[in-house]
């Protein structure tokens, strides 16, 4: 397994930005794909954004697409979602994971195997 620590998360306006970040260690970061997941009171954990670790596809949720970008550092065994155009729907607990996995299969939530211990994001309309 490998240990995750989220930060960045906080309170901000609608229409505002924030960028997570996300370091991990313990394991070959290079070789995790790494996902972004949320759960908002009273609602299942979805899926927001992931990035490979074999060729660098991202993928993102329908609801955050051309808001939120995945990427990752491997120099620094880090991923950042940044977060723009923030809305108060956005509003969750953010969690980061790590998959052995790639492809398309990073969008479930069953493929990963370490979960950091997420960050609060708290967008005001």
């Known amino acids: 397994q490998v240990q995750l620590v989220e930060s960045g998360g906080g309170l901000v306006q609608a229409g505002g930005s924030l960028r997570l970040s996300c370091a991990a260690s313990?394991?070959?970061?290079?070789?995790?794909?790494m996902g972004w997941f949320r759960q908002a009171p009273g609602k299942e954990r979805e899926f927001v954004a992931a990035?490979?670790?074999?060729?660098?596809?991202?993928y993102y949720a329908d609801s955050v697409k051309g808001r939120f970008t995945i990427s990752r550092d491997n120099a620094k065994n880090t991923v950042y979602l940044q977060m723009n155009s923030l809305k108060p729907e956005d509003t969750a607990v953010y969690y980061c994971?790590?998959?052995?996995?790639?492809?398309?299969?990073?969008?479930?939530?069953?493929?990963?195997?370490?979960w950091g211990q997420g960050t609060q994001v708290t967008v005001s309309s």
């Open positions: 994971a790590a998959s052995y996995y790639s492809g398309s299969s990073v969008r479930g939530v069953r493929v990963y195997d370490s």
């Open positions: 313990g394991r070959t970061f290079s070789r995790s794909s």
């Open positions: 990035i490979t670790w074999s060729d660098g596809s991202t």
